[in-house]
């Protein structure tokens, strides 16, 4: 598979010329450091990244930025109470076993550190193409670090989950880490991951809910997330944009632990892990 042939320009969904520039509205793209920077200014709206990428954000070299993230995942690791990390042990279990029937051209969205793409790279399935998306092209930059053991197809595309620079019926799967807790405007979101799977394609997103009328849910309501964080809402949104045979299951549960690196949820609230699943028509 050519990535170029699956680019599509933001602002009009139509494809990339081999320069990196669309064949409608002629608006240019372009390639650096194996990354496609497919982001349009007039499309991005505001989004306030999670603590960790603004701190990464700061004018660090490359091989300083790597000893940061590895910093942070341990430290973000033994910030995590100890249900709270048995939980998540056993969510990352499933999740390895469902990504080891993958095939085809796999999606992982968004890419954010790559804790996501090191699952699907070190997964069973060797017939598949992974192609990482994010907001932010620092966290790709650091993403590519993992390089797995087999020989799988990995691209890169900086691009707004709101407005995916994909073209339709790309994907056989989209696969998730936490991705409606950071992404807002949940409504368009999924109807744009809905937009990009093929027929029959499926997404598979490992996640956690918050409890409405909770602190948690007031500051994810001010932040517009809250309809990606309560179970009703994110299946509500699933079923209205299309999507079938969705399932929502709850893995635990665990009061959230004091984490200076998470802004939701908050410090004392039940936070309920779950994996969801659900197919295109």
Same mark, same amino acid.
């Given at each position: 598979?050519?990535?170029?042939?699956?680019? %599509?320009?933001?602002? $009009?969904? $139509?494809?990339?010329?081999?320069?990196?520039? $669309? /064949?409608?509205?002629?608006?240019?793209?372009?390639?650096?450091?194996?990354?496609?920077?497919?982001?349009?200014?007039?499309?991005?709206?505001?989004? /306030?990244?999670?603590?960790?990428?603004? %701190?990464?954000?700061?004018? =660090?070299?490359?091989?300083?930025?790597?000893?940061?993230?590895?910093?942070?995942?341990?430290?973000?690791?033994?910030? =995590?109470?100890?249900?709270?990390?048995?939980?998540?042990?056993?969510?990352?279990?499933?999740?390895?076993?469902?990504?080891?029937?993958?095939?085809?051209?796999?999606?992982?969205?968004?890419?954010?550190?790559?804790?996501?793409?090191?699952?699907?790279?070190?997964?069973?399935?060797?017939?598949? #193409?992974?192609?990482?998306?994010?907001?932010?092209?620092?966290?790709?930059?650091?993403?590519?670090?993992?390089?797995?053991? @087999?020989?799988?197809?990995?691209?890169?595309?900086? #691009?707004?989950?709101?407005?995916?620079?994909?073209?339709? +019926?790309?994907?056989?799967?989209? %696969?998730?880490?936490?991705?409606?807790?950071?992404?807002?405007?949940?409504? @368009?979101?999924?109807?744009?991951?809905?937009?990009?799977?093929?027929?029959?394609?499926?997404?598979?997103?490992?996640?956690?809910?918050?409890?409405?009328?909770?602190?948690?849910?007031? =500051?994810?309501?001010?932040?517009?997330?809250?309809?990606?964080?309560?179970?009703?809402?994110?299946?509500?949104?699933? #079923? +209205?944009?299309?999507?079938? +045979?969705?399932?929502?299951?709850?893995?635990?549960?665990?009061?959230?632990?004091?984490?200076?690196?998470?802004?939701?949820?908050? %410090?004392?609230?039940?936070?309920?892990?779950?994996?969801?699943?659900? /197919? @295109?028509?």
């Amino acid at each position: 598979m050519s990535i170029t042939d699956i680019l %599509a320009c933001p602002e $009009c969904k $139509c494809g990339l010329s081999a320069i990196m520039k $669309c /064949e409608q509205c002629g608006k240019a793209y372009s390639f650096r450091g194996g990354i496609y920077d497919v982001i349009s200014p007039n499309r991005l709206a505001s989004q /306030e990244k999670p603590d960790i990428k603004r %701190a990464i954000q700061r004018k =660090l070299t490359y091989v300083i930025k790597q000893l940061f993230i590895k910093k942070f995942e341990r430290n973000y690791i033994s910030k =995590l109470s100890d249900d709270t990390r048995e939980i998540l042990r056993r969510q990352m279990e499933f999740m390895s076993k469902i990504y080891a029937s993958f095939s085809g051209v796999v999606c992982d969205f968004p890419t954010g550190i790559g804790r996501n793409l090191k699952m699907l790279l070190d997964s069973k399935a060797t017939n598949m #193409t992974i192609v990482c998306t994010d907001l932010d092209k620092q966290m790709l930059s650091l993403a590519r670090k993992h390089k797995g053991g @087999k020989n799988l197809d990995v691209h890169y595309i900086v #691009t707004d989950g709101r407005y995916m620079s994909v073209k339709d +019926n790309t994907f056989d799967y989209i %696969a998730s880490i936490g991705a409606f807790g950071n992404v807002p405007e949940t409504e @368009k979101t999924v109807r744009e991951l809905y937009r990009i799977l093929k027929p029959q394609g499926k997404i598979v997103m490992n996640g956690s809910y918050i409890e409405k009328g909770s602190k948690s849910y007031d =500051l994810a309501k001010s932040k517009g997330l809250e309809r990606g964080m309560l179970e009703e809402y994110l299946v509500e949104e699933l #079923t +209205n944009a299309g999507f079938v +045979n969705i399932t929502s299951t709850i893995t635990g549960k665990a009061v959230w632990a004091e984490n200076p690196y998470d802004t939701l949820p908050i %410090a004392g609230d039940m936070q309920y892990f779950c994996i969801v699943q659900a /197919e @295109k028509i």
